[in-house]
């Protein structure tokens, strides 16, 4: 196996020598070490490393932000900081030059080692990411080629053939999305256990900082932010578990009547807190439908939450036309019965650029602190494993409508039998 080999670009000879000795004993090839950023350019460039570790503040005119940032664009070759400064404006040179990770001065060979595995182990897997998008982008090519083929000898036809082109592009959609979810799946269950390990340590090791009660406010809010970013990524993981898991649950007859309720009883008191109205049409008897209930209410409880924060998002306080409408109706599709359930809000809309992204896995209009990317992908997952559809319409500005279609089981609900008052009523 080929040993992975890593640049050093460290201006402080003694520092230089402890980290490749580190590197070599760790079982990394260190291809040179060099002390300015000409000649860190320059030998990136010959000699192609896997990895450069780049002090900031260097000799010669060339600093390591500018000298990281020729070698990333020119040569796509990852870069992780050495520093032992921190001012705002150095770190935020730096984190426009997107590095692969930064290690603070001084360290010790755990810190380098966690570092320079992350980083590989990162850059490793965006590289194959792109690869797979590049598959994917010649699998759209050449399936909108047929479909355009396709569409050339149905142009002459009735409406019924028109639908069936419509649904042809709809199907050419899912495939690609499907390819998406496809590649994130193979790669999550692996990603998430390199992750965990190192990502663990570092909540440890800010907790233990925290606990030997620092007295300046500045050190706590770090350790604090490192602790709740921690948070977030092991969030992110566990939604990467969820979703690249096969799901066992058996699914059986369902009151979707029922479902919208609890789902409603979850989330109550944040829509009265945000005061929005809920103008809900769904009737006691519809028929049931064969699905994994549970499963059913997570789709269900993302997309009321995206409709309040688009809502709130246009409407901070109270308005008239803060209001989310949900819709319930027995429906045929193509000689199919099915259950036609929408969402539909007055908030913030989405641009018409972006609408066909939305359902891709880590694609989201929210703050990066705020959604994961998640949310929508694990629900398109969810329905189109139920065997329907998830299509979703906007208006940038004026209201987004979220359309799930699921197929019927031949069973009607019996009136006499069903729990009374399901759906809460909240204003």
């Keep these: 196996m080929n040993r992975k080999r890593i640049m050093i670009v460290e201006d402080e000879g003694i520092t230089s020598l402890s980290i490749k000795s580190s590197l070599e004993e760790t079982g990394y090839a260190v291809t040179s070490a060099v002390s300015t950023g000409e000649d860190a350019v320059k030998k990136a460039r010959e000699e192609q490393p896997d990895l450069v570790l780049m002090d900031i503040v260097l000799n010669g005119t060339m600093d390591g932000i500018e000298a990281a940032s020729h070698?990333?664009?020119?040569?796509?070759?990852?870069?992780?900081?050495?520093?032992?400064?921190?001012?705002?404006?150095?770190?935020?040179?730096?984190?426009?030059?997107?590095p692969f990770g930064y290690i603070i001065k001084p360290f010790d060979e755990r810190d380098l080692r966690v570092a320079v595995?992350?980083?590989?182990?990162?850059?490793?897997?965006?590289?194959?990411?792109?690869?797979?998008?590049?598959?994917?982008?010649?699998?759209?090519?050449?399936?909108?080629?047929?479909v355009e083929e396709r569409t050339a000898e149905l142009r002459s036809s009735n409406e019924l053939l028109k639908e069936e082109i419509n649904d042809r592009r709809m199907a050419e959609a899912e495939a690609i999305r499907a390819g998406h979810l496809a590649a994130l799946g193979e790669l999550a269950a692996g990603v998430a256990h390199e992750i965990n390990n190192p990502i663990n340590g570092i909540i440890n090791y800010a907790q233990l900082l925290l606990?030997?009660?620092?007295?300046?406010?500045?050190d706590r809010d770090i350790a604090n932010r490192i602790i709740?970013?921690?948070?977030?990524?092991?969030?992110?993981?566990?939604?990467?578990?969820?979703?690249?898991?096969?799901?066992?649950?058996?699914?059986?007859?369902?009151?979707?009547?029922?479902?919208?309720?609890?789902?409603?009883?979850l989330i109550e008191t944040q829509i009265k807190r945000d005061g929005i109205t809920l103008e809900i049409d769904m009737p006691a008897n519809l028929p049931r439908i064969t699905a994994q209930p549970q499963h059913l209410e997570q789709v269900f409880l993302n997309i009321i939450s995206n409709a309040r924060y688009a809502l709130n998002q246009k409407y901070p306080g109270k308005h008239k036309n803060k209001i989310l409408e949900i819709r319930c109706?027995?429906?045929?599709?193509?000689?199919r019965a099915c259950i036609n359930i929408s969402f539909n809000d007055r908030g913030a809309g989405i641009p018409e650029a972006i609408l066909d992204k939305v359902l891709n896995p880590f694609y989201s209009t929210k703050p990066s602190d705020i959604g994961t990317g998640l949310g929508l992908s694990i629900s398109h997952s969810i329905i189109k494993n139920h065997g329907g559809t998830l299509v979703i319409e906007s208006a940038e500005g004026n209201f987004t409508n979220v359309i799930i279609e699921l197929p019927l089981k031949n069973e009607r609900v019996n009136p006499s039998s069903q729990r009374e008052a399901g759906v809460p009523d909240v204003n």
Excluded: W
Aim: net charge positive; glycine share 0%.
């Design 228 to 265: 709740k970013e921690s948070d977030r990524i092991v969030h992110i993981v566990r939604s990467l578990l969820s979703f690249a898991r096969e799901d066992k649950e058996e699914k059986h007859p369902v009151n979707i009547h029922e479902i919208m309720s609890d789902t409603l009883g």
């Design 71 to 98: 070698i990333q664009s020119r040569f796509n070759i990852p870069v992780v900081y050495l520093t032992a400064y921190s001012d705002d404006t150095m770190i935020s040179r730096a984190r426009e030059t997107t």
């Design 329 to 335: 109706k027995e429906t045929m599709r193509r000689k």
């Design 211 to 218: 606990n030997k009660r620092i007295q300046d406010s500045k």
């Design 117 to 146: 595995e992350i980083a590989l182990y990162k850059h490793e897997m965006e590289r194959k990411l792109r690869e797979r998008e590049m598959e994917l982008m010649n699998t759209r090519e050449h399936l909108a080629m047929l």
